[in-house]
């Protein structure tokens, strides 16, 4: 059975870091390309960042470039999303999810707020 | 960027209805649409791939068709644990796009 599992959110200050983690198992993670999407309280779905199956390429929306950086360590069939500079805007629920979206974790819920 | 503008935003529908939910792109997408079917607090749930695939394990009263650059999904024969947020993604281009999405209610 494919399970994606997140961990790592919770309550953070605006400006400060969050690294959440995203726990792959019942698939050969290394085969697939991984992406990161999320939901703002009460709102629609957002994609946030895809990385390639190899790590070799990343893809941002232009309101997380140079804060956020999605990564992945194959032999721990692991996917990433540090955060850093959080603004309250980042508020949400992060899903991961495998790049067709045919696969998704229950999400983690990252608040930013003073 | 592409837009998908998603309509209706909400509507209400009874069992056994046949009801249709449309996305537009802004450009030409192929049929690099899927949709999708989130009920409260729960994560979203692939319906439809490539315009008019049926996902795995999804009912067959389910369908998505494509007509140019308005991309369906249509539910055959409305079912009570079909109420629910339905979303449509493009996937063609970075930054991928989600339409804003459909609430359907049961009337």
């Known amino acids: 059975e494919v399970q994606l599992v997140e961990s790592g959110g919770g309550l953070v200050q605006p400006g400060r870091s969050m690294k959440l983690s995203c726990a792959a198992s019942?698939?050969?993670?290394?085969?697939?390309?991984m992406a990161w999407v999320c939901q703002a309280p009460k709102k629609g779905l957002e994609w946030v960042a895809t990385?390639?199956?190899?790590?070799?390429?990343?893809y941002y929306r232009d309101s997380v470039k140079g804060r956020f950086t999605i990564s992945r360590d194959n032999a721990k069939s692991t996917l990433y999303l540090q955060m850093d500079s959080l603004r309250s805007e980042d508020t949400a629920t992060y899903y991961c999810?495998?790049?067709?979206?045919?696969?998704w974790g229950q999400g983690a819920s990252v608040t930013v707020s003073s | 960027d592409i837009q998908m503008t998603q309509s209706p935003s909400s509507m209400s529908a009874s069992l056994g209805d046949r009801v249709t939910i449309t996305c537009r792109a802004s450009?030409?997408?192929?049929?690099?649409l899927s949709w999708f079917q989130q009920k409260p607090g729960k994560s979203p749930r692939r319906m439809i791939y490539?315009?008019?695939n049926l996902a795995a394990g999804v009912p067959s009263r389910f369908s998505g068709s494509r007509s140019g650059s308005d991309y369906s999904l249509t539910i055959s024969s409305l079912e009570s644990e079909d109420m629910a947020i339905y979303y449509c993604?493009?996937?063609?281009?970075?930054?991928?796009?989600f339409g804003a999405g459909t609430k359907l209610e049961l009337k």
């Open positions: 999810a495998r790049r067709r979206m045919d696969a």
């Open positions: 019942g698939f050969t993670f290394n085969n697939y390309d």
């Open positions: 990385i390639s199956y190899d790590g070799s390429s990343t």
């Open positions: 450009q030409d997408i192929g049929n690099y």
């Open positions: 490539g315009a008019t």
């Open positions: 993604l493009q996937s063609i281009q970075y930054p991928n796009t």
